[in-house]
């Protein structure tokens, strides 16, 4: 079976770092790209971009250019979600997704990984 | 950047009636590249529609896309309880992903 397997729920102070994490199974992860989606607390979905596990090509939505770092590790077919200084206005559930291929509907989704920056 | 505009923002069913919901693109979008996603509570979402009409694996045949170019419809010819949660469309476009705003389709 297919499927995507997200890290844990975080809970961080403003101004610390953050990595989550995204593992594929049951399909060739060199072969596909793997998306980031935000959903803020009672809001809507919002693209963050895509990573292609083949050779870590990166797309940034202009949103989250520069706020967040995307960055992959074929070896274990995991793709990541980096923050360098977290902000209270990152509070949001975040969710990978697999398209079949870049511009193609996200047809796998992960559990989704909450994070809470909270003082 | 296309702007996707979701309507109505909330609709109100109840089951066995037919549900059209519109997504209206500030421009031209490839059919090739709009999408249909249900969002329930405290679930990630699940891909519907692709390519405007194809509905994907697993979805029963009482729901279907619709459209091209700017107006995309997504239809459920007849309501069953499982059917209400919120319904987000998706276009690709210039190495870009946006979604809608999504319609929140509720119980009468």
Known sequence: EEQLVQSGAEVKKPGESLKISCKGSGYIFTDYWIGWVRQMPGKGLEWMGLIYLGDSDTRYSPSFQGQVTFSADKSIGTAYLQWSSLKASDSAMYYCARPQGEGDAFEIWGQGTMVTVSS | ?108
């Open chain 2, 1 to 108: 950047e296309i702007v996707l505009t979701q309507s109505p923002g909330t609709l109100s069913l109840s089951p066995g009636e037919r549900a059209t919901l519109s997504c209206r693109a500030s421009q031209t979008v490839s059919s090739s590249y709009l999408a249909w996603y249900q969002q329930k509570p405290g679930q990630a979402p699940r891909l519907l529609i692709y390519g405007a009409s194809t509905r994907a694996t697993g979805i029963p045949d009482r729901f279907s896309g619709s459209g091209s170019g700017t107006d995309f419809t997504l239809t459920i010819s007849r309501l069953e309880p499982e059917d209400f949660a919120v319904y987000y469309c998706q276009q690709y476009d210039n190495s870009r992903y946006t979604f809608g705003r999504g319609t929140k389709l509720e119980i009468k």
